[in-house]
């Protein structure tokens, strides 16, 4: 069990792990993911929602549902010391709720 999930904020965290980092993609989702042994059993991620989803309303509701997979995602168990960006596609407003846990779920497992 991690000690701390924490949220990434600053720009080079976020181009820190495309860069170095593996992609994932699925159909409404893509998920960046890096190994780094100094986050002492923590867990970091961030959220992207880009303006080719559309406004700020569907940015945000984008967000949202991220933020909930996450947490009904049980990342917890999948290891520690690990940051992920999860970033939205368009199709992530026609997809069921429970396809996109799977979805993640099986990112998440690679």
Same mark, same amino acid.
């Given at each position: 069990?991690?000690? +701390?999930?924490?949220?990434l904020? +600053? &720009?080079?965290? /976020?181009l820190?792990? &495309?860069l170095k980092g593996s992609v994932y993609k699925s159909n409404s989702l893509i998920l960046q993911?890096? /190994?780094d042994e100094k986050l002492n059993n923590s867990i970091r991620i961030g959220y992207t929602a880009t303006k080719k989803l559309g406004n700020a309303v569907k940015r945000n509701r984008a967000k949202r549902l991220m933020r909930e997979l996450i947490k009904d995602s049980k990342?917890?168990?999948k290891?520690?010391?690990f940051s992920y960006v999860?970033?939205?596609?368009k199709s992530i /407003?026609?997809?069921?709720? +429970? +396809?996109l846990k799977e979805e993640l779920k099986n990112l998440l497992d690679k």
């Open positions: 069990m991690p000690n +701390k999930i924490n949220i904020k +600053k &720009r080079s965290d /976020f820190n792990i &495309r993911k890096l /190994f990342i917890y168990d290891g520690v010391n999860l970033i939205a596609k /407003f026609e997809t069921p709720y +429970k +396809k």
